[in-house]
């Protein structure tokens, strides 16, 4: 298997923010809670 460098490349700007054309950060965030595991009770867990 032979590791190729690439031969272009492509630069994104992103911007965060509630003004027009930016990605709103309460929106990831929600959506990051949403695909959080659920949290997994352990045996130390319950001991306490």
């Known amino acids: 298997m032979s590791h190729k460098k690439a031969d272009t490349h492509i630069n994104i700007n992103v911007e965060f ?3 027009k054309g930016q990605i709103p950060i309460d929106e990831i965030a929600r959506k990051a809670e949403e695909y959080r595991p659920s949290e997994r009770v352990t ?3 319950k001991s306490i």
């Open 17 to 19: 923010g509630d003004d």
């Open 43 to 45: 045996y130390k867990m």
